[in-house]
């Protein structure tokens, strides 16, 4: 029985073998049937070199397109970034966040505010603002016009509220440092409140 199973197995393996070596010269037959000129051949390799190169070229032309986006995205938002930063220093965009509020109730002048405001800008002042007045790369210039203490035009009444927006710490740090401001302050018996 198990011989018989073994030629029935073998015969259906060379049967098997026997289809599949027909289904070989067929097409071996096909492609030997068909007209292939040397020419056509030729012709189909350099179509197909001639498409390749253009499609090296478009793909060059793209990745130059696509650094020049990139580029000018870039471009886009430093320049977004400047604006803001800019919008900031002309005082057209509030400022917010910690820091220091100094109250003068007597009369200042115009040496003492350019002394009090340049210590604070040394110490990091993001923003200092006088009587809501804001000091701006523009709007910082202190004058006396006969007894009147002025911001760029605009009268400073007392008491003389400071706010100066940054590192309070270190901004108060600065104005209690002896031999500063607050010292000359109270030389001259100008009472300050923090």
């Known amino acids: 029985m198990n011989r018989k199973i073994t030629l029935i197995v073998v015969g259906g393996i060379v049967g098997l073998l026997i289809a599949l ?22 012709s189909t390799i350099y179509v197909l070199k001639m498409a ?16 020049q986006y990139s580029d ?10 400047e604006i803001e930063k800019n919008e900031l220093l002309l005082g057209l965009k509030p400022i917010f966040g910690p820091g220091l509020e100094v109250i003068v109730n007597n009369e200042l002048n115009v040496e003492l505010m350019v002394d009090l405001t340049n210590e ?21 210039s202190f004058t006396m016009l006969n007894d009147l203490l002025l911001l760029d035009g605009n009268i400073l009444e007392v008491p003389y509220k400071f706010t100066i927006i940054g590192d309070s710490e270190v901004l108060e740090n600065q104005l209690l440092q002896p031999g500063g401001t607050l010292d000359r302050l109270e030389a001259e018996s100008t009472p300050i409140t923090e």
């Open 21 to 42: 070596q027909f289904r070989s010269y067929a097409g071996v037959e096909a492609l030997l049937a068909r007209d292939v000129s040397e020419n056509d051949v030729l």
């Open 52 to 67: 390749n190169q253009s499609l090296k070229q478009d793909i060059s032309d793209l990745e130059t397109q696509l650094s």
């Open 72 to 81: 000018q995205t870039s471009a886009y938002e430093t320049l977004v970034a």
């Open 120 to 140: 604070w800008w040394g110490a990091g002042a993001e923003a200092i603002s006088v009587n809501d007045l804001r000091l701006t790369e523009i709007a910082n």
